[in-house]
């Protein structure tokens, strides 16, 4: 038998299911996780023999609030001691309208625990851990592929009718550096020449995209299985059309910041740091992000990196200081990092930046508008530009206080 442990906090919950006559059943990805010695948070489990999602909720809401925001999926949301549990029902899907949500979700408590986890995509997904038995459900042969590093789907009919699959496989393959089985790989194949693709939103499959650099070691691995499908929709057509050392390097430098990619702030700099290194080598970057994006901030963050050019060689203080003023130098360095990783301009770029205290953001104006107009200055189209120049000013001569540079404006109001 193999071994199988959860959090013992949890029993409390358990025992309480059960002596209502309800056997719970930890399902899915932490299962999963747990055999590829991945830790989680986040927890399945599935319950049988119950009687009424109304009785769930009861017994639950002794352990915390109860979120039924998938009530109508039989869905029960509980964060308990820092593990956040989703409770659901047996149940069927039945394909009845394009997309991946075009399913009829249909609770059926005298579905077998083999029966319900053949809606479930991959064998290695279609695990469960019976608490109460202490006993692994395996009908699919999940673990055996876990220890061959393969991906099988549990039933090729029902995978090919969720577009959002092919997704998943590509980057489950991506991030456990996963082979994918050959009859699977080849329903791919015959999704991909059929444009099923087309039937998702572009916002699902960035969130699809999302996941692979956040997750994957090797996010190289992914697009190249998609270039390997002859994947074309949401611009990969532009992406794999290029030259083969182009292409060779922008998959590259996805790889080199998955491995410093703990130094960014967050998820969305993540995101937008490796969008930025995708469209490296296009000749139309913009294009390509519409295609999977409708996000006015996002395409304008990921843009201003690829388009930022600076001297790497540049000695010059005042240029680091400018150059924060455009960018936030902490991600751009990072950017820069996993373009050229061995360039060492990159770490004196970093020092630089926080000697002079515009690592993260750039140095406050000491002069703005309302200065200028009590000095007697008129609101003018060159307002702006006088800023700008007194901004430089103060980087170029070092000046500290905002006195010494309206000083300068009094001595030199008929220039201004």
């Given amino acids: 038998m193999n071994r199988f442990n959860y959090p013992s906090i949890l029993d409390t919950i358990f025992t309480s299911l059960n002596k209502e006559g309800i056997k719970p059943l930890i399902i899915g990805g932490y299962v999963r996780d747990y055999f590829l010695d991945i830790a989680s948070k986040d927890i399945d489990i599935e319950l049988y023999n119950s009687s009424s999602l109304t009785q769930l909720i009861k017994i639950l809401e002794q352990f915390g609030s109860v979120n039924c925001v998938g009530k109508s999926f039989a869905v029960l949301k509980l964060h308990y001691k820092g593990y956040d549990l989703d409770f659901s029902l047996p149940r069927k899907d039945n394909k009845v309208a394009k997309g991946h949500k075009g399913f009829v979700i249909t609770v059926d408590n005298a579905l077998s625990f083999e ?125 794999f059309k290029l030259q083969k050392t182009d292409l060779q390097q ?63 060689d540049t000695e010059n203080k005042v240029a680091i200081a400018k150059l924060a003023k455009k960018i936030n130098i902490r991600r751009y360095s990072l950017y820069l990092e996993a373009l050229y990783p061995h360039k060492k301009e990159i770490s004196h770029l970093r020092e630089e930046a926080k000697k002079i205290g515009v690592y993260e953001k750039a140095l406050p104006a000491l002069v703005n508008g309302n200065d200028l107009i009590k000095k007697g200055l008129k609101p003018s189209k060159n307002f702006q530009k006088i800023l700008t120049s007194l901004y430089n000013k103060q980087l170029e001569e070092d000046i500290k206080t905002k006195e010494e540079l309206l000083s300068f404006v009094e001595a030199h109001s008929s220039y201004f």
């Fill in 250 to 312: 922008t998959l590259q430098s996805l790889d080199n910041f998955s491995k410093i990619k703990q130094n960014a702030k967050d998820e969305t700099e993540i995101l937008i740091i490796m969008l930025a290194l995708l469209v490296q080598k296009l000749p139309n970057p913009q294009s390509f992000l519409l295609q999977l994006t409708n996000s006015k901030k996002l395409l304008k963050e990921v843009l201003q990196l690829h388009e930022l050019s600076f001297d790497l």
């Fill in 115 to 239: 029966e319900a986890s053949k809606r479930r995509d991959f064998t290695i997904n279609a695990m469960g851990y019976d608490v109460i038995e202490k006993k692994l459900l395996d009908p699919h042969k999940g673990l055996e592929d876990l220890h061959k590093k393969c991906l099988r789907a549990v039933d090729l009919q029902s995978f090919s009718q969720d577009p959002l699959r092919l997704l998943r496989a590509v980057g489950f393959a991506s991030r456990f550096e996963f082979s994918i089985e050959k009859k699977l790989f080849l329903l791919m194949q015959s999704m991909v020449r059929e444009e099923i693709l087309k039937e998702l939103p572009k916002e699902r499959v960035l969130e699809e995209i999302k996941k692979i650099f956040l997750k994957s070691k090797k996010p190289s691995v992914a697009f190249y299985l998609l270039n390997e499908l002859s994947f074309k929709e949401f611009g990969m057509k532009e992406l």
